[in-house]
């Protein structure tokens, strides 16, 4: 038998979390220049074209003013952070939960489904002013978060419900050879299956998290909040500090991403191509 | 004693009849292939053997109990044509997922794995993932994960046929020497005269629509098989046999529009 001595088609990938980021410094290095690129013409422009502050600031003066207010505006972006990552794991976890229930429960599944996607086309941000009532008039984390939950729900229920279902015919051909019951097939097959649908799910609602707390905050709520202070200071033409706001939102909004994508990494380390 | 007993099974799906009247007996360490052309009903007869596939009627009996009550005393361990393996298991983890299903301790299944990887010669890939081993090896993890707990049956359902034709000639090599040593018996579909030949002690010829048995071979090549067997007459003979009743099943489902294009001229 030395004639079927095995091959391995690829080898092994192996390595520390430089390797799992699955990048080098110079693998980023066009978008590093893209976003040079456009800060630069942004500049220009502005410089070229005599843009009045008001309308659009140069991304120096963001700078600055960013920089000068950094302690006040990381403040209050931590605590709008804080709100929106509550909201992504309630609005996540539940999504999770019931999109396993309602694929181990196909009825209770074609039951509900339809108004979960009618829910989905509800503005639900137009809620926002709403929610802020229900809970203590606005001026605490609570209907923040709740406005940022909803808003992640729904992402994270379809893909996950998608990835629990679309299981190949064989896949429980052969647990059911094995006679293993519906908790062996979701744990072995649906949920492990469902993983990079979760984490595309996960991935969508990151961003919607904290659009979701910033918005919220606009309606109502606590003084040193991220969109209150953003609000404030465009209300008396302090636009390039209202920028500067916008900008510690991003910042936040891209930090959760990049923390979910890393986790993505590392939970799906058996995928044949999640680093191609 | 036998370990497969069929008697008048028929299935139909919707208007259509997959099998119907099929009557087999396949006895213990039998090696039995059931071949014939694309839509006779040889996989669904399998998927009726194995339970996961509830015939319309007649009656299965598996190591004399229900086809049911077989399935869920895991009497047997079943090939796919596609290896269906998990990409998010090692190869090792692959071949002990029916182990952790029944519930064997860890250790009991370390050591079960490792012996199973022995026998199909894939010691030392362990930890690869099943999509960085090649086709062929990822039958033999799939056939050591079927046989892991030692099934009294082995049900394969044509697991070479997307393999190169010399891939698929050491694979039967292989299955013959785990076929002797294992001692389970095997049912096998097919839809190479061949490799039928080859590897079986009885061939089942069927015929399509319906799907129906239209001769059973047995096959009296002497044991065990080498890579001389496909040169001797012998085997030529049985090749041509089998050739045969494959063909007189498709001449009779032919007969009726040949004679009516000939009026019609």
Same mark, same amino acid.
């Given at each position: 038998?030395?004639?079927? $001595?095995?091959?391995?088609?690829?080898?092994?990938?192996?390595?520390?979390?430089?390797?799992?980021?699955?990048?080098?410094?110079?693998?980023?290095?066009?978008?590093?220049?893209?976003?040079?690129?456009?800060?630069?013409?942004?500049?220009?422009?502005?410089?070229?074209?005599?843009?009045?502050?008001?309308?659009?600031?140069?991304?120096?003066?963001?700078?600055?003013?960013?920089?000068?207010? =950094?302690?006040? &505006?990381?403040?209050?972006?931590?605590?709008?952070?804080?709100?929106?990552?509550?909201?992504?794991?309630?609005?996540?976890?539940?999504?999770?939960?019931?999109?396993?229930?309602?694929?181990?429960?196909?009825?209770?599944?074609?039951?509900?489904?339809?108004?979960?996607?009618?829910?989905?086309?509800?503005?639900?941000?137009?809620? $926002?002013?709403?929610?802020?009532?229900?809970?203590?008039?606005?001026?605490?984390?609570?209907?923040?978060?709740?406005?940022?939950?909803?808003?992640?729900?729904?992402?994270?229920?379809?893909?996950?419900?998608?990835?629990?279902?679309?299981?190949?015919?064989?896949?429980?051909?052969?647990? !059911?050879?094995?006679?293993?019951?519906?908790?062996?097939?979701?744990?072995?097959?649906?949920?492990?299956?469902?993983?990079?649908?979760?984490?595309?799910?996960?991935?969508?609602?990151?961003?919607?998290?904290?659009?979701?707390?910033?918005?919220?905050?606009?309606?109502?709520?606590? &003084?040193?909040?991220?969109?209150?202070?953003?609000?404030?200071?465009? !209300?008396?033409?302090?636009?390039?500090?209202?920028?500067?706001?916008?900008?510690?939102?991003?910042?936040?909004?891209?930090?959760?991403?990049?923390?979910?994508?890393?986790?993505?990494?590392?939970?799906?380390?058996?995928?044949?191509?999640?680093?191609? | 004693?036998?370990?497969?007993?069929?008697?008048?099974?028929?299935?139909?799906?919707?208007?259509?009849?997959?099998?119907?009247?099929? +009557?087999?007996?396949?006895?213990?360490?039998?090696?039995?292939?059931?071949?014939?052309?694309?839509?006779?009903?040889?996989?669904?007869?399998? !998927?009726?053997?194995?339970?996961?596939?509830?015939?319309?009627?007649?009656?299965?009996?598996?190591?004399? =109990?229900?086809?049911?009550?077989?399935?869920?005393?895991?009497?047997?361990?079943?090939?796919?044509?596609?290896?269906?393996?998990?990409?998010?298991?090692?190869?090792?983890?692959?071949?002990?997922?029916?182990?952790?299903?029944?519930?064997?301790?860890?250790?009991?299944?370390?050591?079960?794995?490792?012996?199973?990887?022995?026998?199909?010669?894939?010691?030392?890939?362990?930890?690869?993932?099943?999509?960085?081993?090649?086709?062929?090896?990822?039958?033999?993890?799939?056939?050591?994960?079927?046989?892991?707990?030692?099934?009294?049956?082995?049900?394969?359902?044509?697991?070479?046929?997307?393999?190169?034709?010399?891939?698929? +000639?050491?694979?039967?090599?292989?299955?013959? !020497?785990?076929?002797?040593?294992?001692?389970?018996?095997?049912?096998?579909?097919?839809?190479?005269?061949?490799?039928?030949?080859?590897?079986?002690?009885?061939?089942?010829?069927?015929?399509?629509?319906?799907?129906?048995?239209? +001769?059973?071979?047995?096959?009296?090549?002497?044991?065990?098989?080498?890579?001389?067997?496909?040169?001797?007459?012998?085997?030529?003979?049985?090749?041509?046999?089998?050739?045969?009743?494959?063909?007189?099943?498709?001449?009779?489902?032919?007969?009726?529009?040949?004679?009516?294009?000939?009026?019609?001229?």
């Amino acid at each position: 038998m030395s004639s079927t $001595a095995p091959v391995a088609v690829q080898p092994v990938p192996r390595g520390g979390l430089g390797k799992l980021v699955g990048h080098r410094l110079i693998d980023w290095l066009p978008a590093v220049i893209v976003l040079v690129g456009i800060v630069g013409l942004w500049q220009g422009l502005i410089v070229w074209l005599d843009v009045q502050q008001f309308l659009l600031p140069k991304p120096t003066a963001i700078a600055s003013a960013f920089w000068t207010d =950094k302690q006040e &505006l990381l403040h209050a972006g931590w605590y709008t952070f804080q709100e929106a990552l509550g909201g992504f794991a309630l609005g996540s976890g539940t999504a999770i939960v019931l999109a396993v229930v309602l694929a181990r429960w196909r009825r209770l599944g074609a039951a509900l489904m339809p108004y979960f996607i009618a829910a989905n086309a509800i503005p639900i941000i137009a809620f $926002a002013p709403i929610t802020n009532q229900w809970f203590d008039g606005g001026l605490t984390k609570s209907s923040k978060i709740v406005i940022a939950a909803i808003l992640c729900f729904f992402p994270v229920l379809v893909n996950t419900l998608r990835g629990l279902t679309s299981v190949r015919p064989q896949d429980l051909e052969l647990m !059911r050879s094995y006679a293993g019951g519906q908790t062996a097939i979701f744990r072995r097959v649906r949920i492990p299956n469902a993983l990079p649908f979760i984490f595309t799910g996960l991935k969508v609602a990151t961003v919607l998290a904290m659009i979701g707390a910033v918005v919220g905050e606009y309606f109502g709520g606590a &003084l040193n909040a991220l969109g209150v202070l953003i609000l404030a200071r465009s !209300r008396i033409f302090l636009f390039t500090q209202a920028w500067a706001g916008v900008f510690v939102a991003c910042l936040f909004g891209l930090g959760l991403y990049i923390a979910v994508a890393l986790v993505e990494r590392i939970a799906l380390r058996w995928m044949p191509s999640t680093s191609e | 004693m036998n370990v497969v007993e069929i008697s008048g099974v028929s299935k139909r799906f919707g208007s259509t009849t997959a099998v119907e009247g099929i +009557e087999l007996e396949i006895g213990e360490r039998e090696f039995v292939s059931l071949i014939g052309p694309s839509g006779c009903g040889k996989s669904t007869l399998l !998927r009726i053997i194995g339970d996961l596939i509830e015939p319309s009627g007649g009656k299965v009996v598996v190591n004399r =109990k229900t086809a049911r009550q077989a399935r869920k005393d895991r009497d047997y361990g079943i090939v796919f044509q596609d290896p269906v393996l998990y990409d998010w298991r090692t190869v090792a983890k692959n071949v002990a997922l029916p182990l952790e299903i029944a519930r064997w301790p860890r250790q009991k299944r370390k050591v079960r794995v490792q012996k199973m990887l022995e026998l199909v010669e894939l010691t030392g890939f362990e930890n690869h993932r099943p999509w960085q081993l090649s086709g062929g090896m990822q039958q033999r993890v799939s056939i050591a994960r079927a046989l892991s707990f030692d099934p009294a049956l082995l049900l394969m359902d044509e697991p070479f046929g997307a393999l190169d034709e010399m891939t698929r +000639e050491r694979l039967n090599m292989e299955l013959l !020497r785990i076929w002797a040593a294992s001692g389970s018996t095997v049912v096998f579909v097919t839809h190479s005269i061949s490799e039928a030949v080859f590897l079986s002690t009885q061939v089942v010829v069927m015929s399509p629509r319906p799907g129906r048995i239209s +001769e059973v071979v047995p096959i009296d090549l002497k044991q065990p098989r080498t890579a001389t067997t496909r040169e001797e007459p012998r085997f030529f003979e049985l090749v041509t046999q089998v050739r045969e009743a494959l063909h007189l099943g498709h001449d009779l489902e032919r007969a009726a529009p040949v004679i009516t294009q000939q009026a019609e001229a």
